[in-house]
């Protein structure tokens, strides 16, 4: 289906910033939402952002609200992810995903059908 491209991982200190990126490949990338989604070492997968088709809509964890910022640029087929005030407890492996329908809710993790190979996030304190 869609395939994801994600980019922007990187070591940095509690504090600081990070941006990821996440290209598609595929048209139909645009007509879904899209989001991110991180496990950390030896941790299930969790939801952490959420986008809709058109960007007028976001969603967000607990955990990161506030602090991250979903966007995406449907022109460009990317969809972005700016991770400020980064916290030790943010160190994980980010993917970004996308929907292949209209069902489902945003966060969750079932009704993405298509999955980037994942990213690594590390925040040393």
């Known amino acids: 289906q869609v395939q994801l491209v994600e980019s922007g991982g990187g070591l940095v200190q509690a504090g600081d910033s990070l941006r990821l990126s996440c290209a598609a490949s595929?048209?139909?990338?645009?007509?879904?939402?899209a989001g991110w989604f991180r496990q950390a070492p030896g941790k299930e997968s969790e939801f952490v952002a959420a986008?809709?088709?058109?960007?007028?809509?976001?969603y967000y964890a607990d955990s990161v609200k506030g602090r991250f910022t979903i966007s995406r640029d449907n022109a460009k087929n990317t969809m972005y992810l700016q991770m400020n005030s980064l916290k030790p407890e943010d160190t994980a492996i980010y993917y970004c995903?996308?929907?292949?329908?209209?069902?489902?809710?945003?966060?969750?993790?079932?009704?993405?059908?298509?999955w980037g190979q994942g990213t690594q996030v590390t925040v040393s304190s």
């Open positions: 595929g048209r139909t990338f645009s007509k879904f939402t």
């Open positions: 995903a996308n929907k292949g329908s209209y069902s489902g809710t945003y966060y969750d993790s079932n009704t993405y059908t298509s």
């Open positions: 986008i809709s088709s058109s960007g007028s809509n976001t």
